[in-house]
Every structure is written in structure tokens, then in C-alpha cells.
């Protein structure tokens, strides 16, 4: 097939790459590659689908049942939830209606990988703020980097994909610096696998921050990522803006009444969840034991710091059966999965280093 495009397109989205998902695992690897649960969806949820039969109606485009649990989950209003296919239809919305030709994007950078196309689909331009040395959001660096043409800014925490994490008083404090009308998205994707009090819980400031405005979903520490369901937590005027820019009906039936379902599955959620975390920190221990320089995640995966060896490590992990998420010439993001996938993550893991001692905390820091 030719390489040349048959009609006229905008240079920029042909220059841009599509948003390139987690890779599938072949027979007897483990797919660690795209920060999904590991388990099963609960009986439950399963039910709630598969009863949702009627498909020759269209779904409630308003999502109103859900909006309002989870209105109810965390004391608002129905008006200060909106419901999209994912968070990321969410966030595309919330881009498309924030900036367009002639205005600034700023997001931390490496940070989730759908973030640089959405501000291209919206004709406006990306200020990638990069992260700190301890790969955590560097929200001084975002502050000093606001021009006149800022529209949005976006605040990933914890990080993906290194895990790290924004502390609940140094987002107030940023919060507090940030023009009160310019908008600022909270993505707390991961925000149910933080263990640590300190970090940043956006939520708390909701009432005293109408720019603020929180991306969360179902799709991670709920196990829906398939169904597509996240939502957005924010001033009514402001997500009704969102609204506007959204393809409607794209949360069908069955996504509804599972995401009914999941939540009121709470305390199962919860023990899955703590399962992840409670592995999460034993495989992070044991790579820094091997002597991997992990930074510390709150997250349901871990971040391999790997440079220009990223995709030879790559090769090692597959070759030991685990298949994460390399981002060339930097690092690799591993997600926590089942437990049997600790232990050949792990001699991988100790095989990399042995191949490549360079990849060693202390040679690390000594470059
Ligand atoms: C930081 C972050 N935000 C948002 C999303 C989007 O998740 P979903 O569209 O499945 O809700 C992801 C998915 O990987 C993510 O990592």
C-alpha cells in the first residue's frame, strides 16, 4: 500500500501518531502493559450487563442513574458529575472545549500518552513541563511556565507512567498560584491505589476551586476498562461546557448498569484493590533489593528507569514472559498483575540487571 494520503488532511494529525495501546500477550506471558485488574469482573457486574438487553434503544445519553450514585458517593450534585466513555473521551472533551488554534495545553511530561493527541485533535499547541528529577510532577516548573495563552492545565497524580505522586498541600498551594480562570484538570485514574495520606486527594477542594475540575473512571481499580466509564467531577457550568463537545451516546446501556453494579460492590473492590497495592510494594521493594532505582508508586504499576537500554529490557522481560509498556529510550512501565506474574516479572527483572549493570541505582546516579 502507498504511503501517500489520497486526500487533503491537516498536516498536524498526519504528523501526529494515534494513540497506541498497550500491547496483548501471547500463550503463557503475562500481560502487564495497560494498568488493568487482573481479575475477573464480580458476578454482579457480570449479571447487570448481560441483563441489559435492550439493544434497539439507545442508552441514556445523560447517564442519569449513575451520575447520580455517584453524586451520592461523594456528596454533590448530580450537575457536578459528567459520565464519558473513559476518562479519556472526558478529557478529549474537556480539551476541545478549553483550547483551540492559537492556545497553550501544559501537562507534565512523560506523562499519560494520550495527552499530546488530544491537544492536536483541538488545534492547539502542547507545553510539556518535564518531570523533576525524582520523576514527580514538577508543579513549580507548570507554574512558571502559564503564558497568556494558557487554557488548560493538567495535573496527572499519581503519574503514569512513573508512578509518582503530587502531595495534597503542594496542589493547594499550586492551586492557590494558578489564575483562578484558568482551568485545571486533577487526572486521578490511579487515585484508588494510594496508600499514602499525604498525597493529593482533589476532591477536598472542589468547593473552593471552581477551575478545578477531577478526571477519574472505572476502568482501573473498578475493573471496567472494557465497558469504558469514567467520569468527571466539577462546577455544573463548566461540565456542561464539556458537554457539548461530546459525541453523544457513546456510554452504551450495559457500561451503565455495570458501573451501577461495581459500586456497590465496595468492600470486594476494596480487597482487590489492596491485593494490587500490597504487591505493588513488594515487587517494588524486591527490584530495589535487586537494585533497580524505583521510584516510589502509588499507582498500580512501576516504572523501570531504563534510558537508551529501554527496548533491549524489553526484550528480556518478553523473553521471560512479561509483556509491559516500553517507551523507547527512557523507561518501562510494568503493571502489577496476578500473583503468578510476580515471580517471572522478577527474574527477568534480576536478568536485565546482569546484562545491563550500567541500569543499577548507584551507577545510575553516579552518570
Ligand atoms: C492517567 C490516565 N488518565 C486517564 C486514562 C484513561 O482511562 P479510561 O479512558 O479507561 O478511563 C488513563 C488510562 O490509562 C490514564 O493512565
Not at 509518582?164 to 487526572?187: C, G, H, K
Not at 473498578?222 to 461530546?246: D, E, I, M
Request: charged share 20%.
Amino acid at each position: 500500500m502507498s504511503d501517500v494520503v489520497p486526500v487533503k488532511l491537516r498536516p498536524e494529525i498526519l504528523a501526529q501518531r494515534a494513540y497506541k495501546q498497550g500491547q496483548p500477550a501471547p500463550a503463557n506471558s503475562f500481560k502487564l502493559s495497560s494498568n488493568e485488574l487482573p481479575f475477573a469482573p464480580l458476578d454482579s457486574v457480570v449479571a447487570a450487563a448481560t441483563g441489559a438487553t435492550e439493544f434497539n434503544r439507545y442508552p441514556d445519553a445523560a447517564a442519569t442513574k449513575l451520575r447520580q450514585a455517584l453524586a451520592e458517593h461523594y456528596g454533590l450534585t448530580a450537575e457536578q458529575v459528567l459520565v464519558g466513555a473513559g476518562s479519556v473521551s472526558l478529557l478529549y472533551q474537556a480539551v476541545l472545549a478549553a483550547a483551540g488554534a492559537g492556545d497553550e495545553v501544559m501537562y507534565p511530561w512523560r506523562s499519560f500518552e494520550a495527552y499530546p493527541g488530544m491537544v492536536t485533535v483541538a488545534g492547539a499547541s502542547s507545553v510539556q513541563v518535564p518531570l523533576d528529577r525524582d520523576s514527580r510532577v514538577d508543579l513549580d516548573a507548570m507554574l512558571d511556565a502559564i503564558t497568556d495563552r494558557t487554557r488548560l492545565i493538567i495535573v496527572c497524580s499519581p503519574n503514569n507512567p512513573t508512578g509518582t505522586y503530587t502531595r495534597q498541600d503542594e496542589f493547594e498551594r499550586f492551586l492557590e498560584r494558578v489564575p483562578s480562570d484558568l482551568l485545571v484538570i486533577a487526572d486521578e485514574a490511579y487515585i484508588e491505589f494510594v496508600t499514602d495520606t499525604e498525597a493529593l486527594n482533589a476532591t477536598r477542594l472542589l468547593a473552593d476551586y471552581p477551575n478545578l475540575v477531577i478526571a477519574r473512571t472505572l476502568s482501573k481499580a473498578y475493573g471496567l476498562a472494557g465497558l469504558r466509564v469514567g467520569y468527571l467531577l466539577g462546577n455544573p457550568r463548566v461540565l456542561n461546557a464539556f458537554n457539548t463537545t461530546a459525541i453523544p451516546f457513546l456510554v452504551s446501556a450495559q457500561a451503565q448498569a455495570a458501573a451501577l453494579a461495581v459500586m456497590q460492590e465496595a468492600d470486594s473492590v476494596r480487597a482487590r484493590v489492596n491485593e494490587i497495592t500490597m504487591r505493588r510494594d513488594e515487587v517494588r521493594r524486591a527490584l530495589i533489593d535487586q537494585g533497580w532505582p524505583i521510584p516510589e508508586s502509588q499507582a498500580n504499576f512501576v516504572w523501570l528507569p531504563c534510558g537508551e537500554l529501554a527496548e533491549r529490557v524489553d526484550e528480556i522481560l518478553r523473553q521471560g514472559g512479561i509483556v509491559a509498556r516500553t517507551f523507547p529510550g527512557d523507561g518501562i512501565r510494568v503493571s502489577i498483575g496476578e500473583e503468578a506474574s510476580t515471580s517471572p516479572l522478577l527474574a527477568a527483572c534480576a536478568r536485565a540487571l546482569e546484562r545491563y549493570p550500567y541500569l543499577r541505582r548507584e551507577e545510575a546516579e553516579a552518570e
